[in-house]
């Protein structure tokens, strides 16, 4: 079982907005390590898309958005497209584990 | 621009010892940040195996550190993981990435990843 808690899929028609959750614990997220999303196309590596709960990376577009309250923290995908589908995976750190790097387990996007 | 190359065997026995090394281009390693390992099981999610500074100080997956070794080698400018006393759940792609000047901080870059069987 993965340290942070993702649902395994969601999916959205194109041009919807959807979110995808990534719940942790008082020993990683709710401790104040930050969240980063990556986003793996079927066949690649994965790529970063947020870091540091809400940041973008050069390149990549607005439609991606990331925040963190709590022990939780959400990615919004707004105007879905076809090339949105992908995996993506929350990353956090967690104190109970010696600072290791943790991930949650991933979530699907289907674009309907 | 940095790039990350894995190599080593696609294939390795169950009990023996999984090597791979990842070469480094664009960037000199001894130049500072974290060097990481990450796998993925087919089909199945990202779990971080460990990291290493260019001073060659290591952090291990607590899950998996007493079979692994990182190491350094500047002068190579390429990073390697042994993995001991490897089963069938050992099988994953294996990436290897580069993180920020603390160990916690975001993974900026990836490699392409090596898939690696352990079967008889």
């Known amino acids: 079982q993965s340290v942070l808690t993702q649902p395994p899929s969601v999916s959205g028609a194109p041009g919807q907005r959807v979110t995808i959750s990534c719940t942790g614990s008082?020993?990683?997220?709710?401790?104040?390590?930050?969240v980063q999303w990556y986003q793996q196309l079927p066949g690649t590596a994965p790529k970063l898309l947020i870091y540091?709960?809400?940041n973008r990376p050069s390149g990549v577009p607005d439609r991606f958005s990331g925040s963190k309250s709590g022990t939780s923290a959400s990615l919004a995908i707004t105007g879905l497209q076809a090339e949105d589908e992908a995996d993506y995976y929350c990353?956090?750190?967690?104190?109970?584990?010696?600072?290791?790097?943790?991930f949650g387990g991933g979530t699907k996007l289907t674009v309907l | 621009q940095v790039q990350l190359q894995e190599s080593g065997p696609g294939l390795v026995k169950p009990s023996d010892t999984l090597s791979l090394t990842c070469d480094v281009s664009g960037y000199s390693i001894s130049s500072g940040y974290y060097w990481a390992w990450i796998r993925q099981p087919p089909g199945k999610g990202l779990e971080w195996i460990g990291s290493?500074?260019?001073?060659?100080?290591?952090y291990h997956n607590p899950s998996l550190k007493s079979r692994v070794t990182i190491s350094v080698d500047t002068s190579k400018n390429h990073f390697s993981l042994n993995l001991g006393s490897v089963t069938a759940a050992d099988t994953a792609v294996y990436y290897c990435a580069r993180s920020g000047t603390a160990v916690i901080t975001p993974i900026t870059y990836w490699g392409q990843g090596a898939l690696v069987t352990v079967s008889s």
């Open positions: 008082s020993s990683n997220i709710g401790a104040g390590y930050d």
């Open positions: 990353q956090s750190h967690d104190s109970s584990l010696s600072g290791s790097l943790v």
């Open positions: 290493i500074y260019h001073s060659g100080s290591t």
């Open positions: 540091d709960n809400r």
